[in-house]
């Protein structure tokens, strides 16, 4: 072993404790470290009781800890402990900068593993129970991002073309989502689902159109994940569980008009 | 309850068992009856030893259980059973036809919970060790599926347009993919990854790139997932794992020239 230990990436999944992985919950309650994201729950950590916990979180202008400190911290740590878990939000392959991760590990020599965990957008789809592909009408499916980093390449459209569209993190940024695809020829009355603060106590589902987003979201005190398409319109039959709400907020929608 | 049960809808992950969610399989364990797919694994029905287990898989070329029918299983077995488990692979929200079982349990006023699972692309990512978005390279990726029902309508493009693309049951359909994003502009050089059987005993990856996979993937045995794009290309520093085959087999490319 040369001194040297083993790290294992692990999706946290959207943040409710029993939506990681069996896998992943076994081997936090091994793990001798656990750096985890701002984003991963308080709940999430009580899996490693064990453990010595390094929080490494990144959050939009909040005190955070650049990568390539993170990328030594996992090097350092995995030469001093057999078993290094990095825990991310949702899944560590989407949206988790593991590439830079990755690379730091191989150059160190040292072994790694990934987890898989639930992304938001399929805990999203689950809460809300609304499929993200539908017969004949939706059968694909685009998760994507915003940048802001200056030095973003822009290899492909900002707005992937696929018939369900799901943006994370799509607080502010989602205006311009919809003021593109309604450019484009999207109907105004298509279908929107934004799921705050996805599988946890003060989770919110709401359900608003295309033209409705191009006015805005209510600022939002968590995570926020909006989904677009036809796949999303509502079925007669259903109604939303709101979690943590009192039952006569369900009615404001969560937009202002400009 | 008026003698009615509720009905959970569970992703049971890419197959291995330790994959599926912790709620998942405390789910399992506490089913009354599970209705399950043809590709779930039969490790996963090790979960629940207690429960009636009832296989309502649809393959191609092999016999099925039309879609009527299984929402009729649905229904009939929540109005006898207090927990009804509807076990689907990977997650029971993407290409899992739930919008159609949902709709027939809602009109039969039945109770309904989700829980998601890990789609078989983030399992593929994981195992490939492969992110499928990256820091200034890809920021959106697709998933999609070909269709082969007459009926189908195509509201939009057959191959969805975003940084990273991943094809499920991609095996002979990834042909027409490479081919038109070839069309489309793409380099041939760019990377693709082809993942057999998922986090299985018989796992295989094997890596390729567009050019070779217009000319065709070699016959599967079992369920393929064709990713594509830059964010793919083989970090210097990994090697793959190849599961349960003789590492002299890991140099066959899984294509054959026409």
Redesign the interface.
């Given at each position: 072993m040369q001194g040297k230990g083993k790290v294992v990436l692990i999706?946290a999944?959207p943040g409710?404790?029993?939506?990681?992985?069996?896998?992943g919950?076994?081997l936090m309650a091994q793990a001798d470290v656990v750096l985890h994201d701002a984003l991963v729950t308080p709940e999430m950590l009580e899996l490693c009781p064990q453990a010595i916990k390094v929080g490494v979180g990144k959050r939009c202008g909040k005190l955070s800890t650049a990568q390539a400190f993170i990328n030594k911290q996992l090097v350092d740590y995995a030469k001093k402990y057999p078993l290094v878990v990095r825990l991310k939000g949702g899944?560590?392959?989407?949206?988790?900068?593991?590439?830079?991760e990755?690379?730091a590990l191989?150059?160190a020599d040292i072994e790694?593993e990934?987890?898989?965990?639930?992304?938001t957008a399929?805990?999203a789809?689950?809460?809300s129970?609304?499929?993200?592909?539908?017969?004949?009408?939706?059968?694909?499916?685009?998760?994507?991002?915003s940048?802001t980093?200056p030095?973003?390449?822009e290899?492909?459209?900002v707005v992937?073309?696929?018939?369900t569209l799901v943006q994370y993190m799509g607080g502010r940024e989602a205006i311009a989502t919809a003021q593109r695809l309604l450019d484009e020829g999207r109907a105004p009355a298509t279908p929107v689902v934004v799921v705050e603060n996805c599988s946890r106590s003060d989770e919110r589902i709401s359900r608003i159109d295309l033209a409705t987003l191009a006015h805005g979201l209510e600022a939002a005190h968590g995570p926020v994940l909006v989904m677009i398409g036809?796949?999303l319109a509502q079925?007669a039959?259903?109604r939303d569980k709101q979690i943590g709400l009192p039952a006569d907020d369900t009615v404001h929608l969560p937009h202002k008009r400009a």
């Open positions: 999706g999944g409710a404790q029993d939506l990681i992985t069996v896998r919950a076994r899944d560590p392959m989407l949206f988790g900068r593991a590439d830079e990755l690379r191989e150059a790694v990934i987890v898989p965990g639930i992304t399929l805990a789809a689950a809460a129970q609304q499929p993200l592909t539908k017969r004949g009408v939706a059968r694909s499916v685009a998760f994507f991002t940048s980093a030095e973003h390449v290899p492909r459209p992937p073309d696929a018939d036809e796949a079925r039959g259903h």
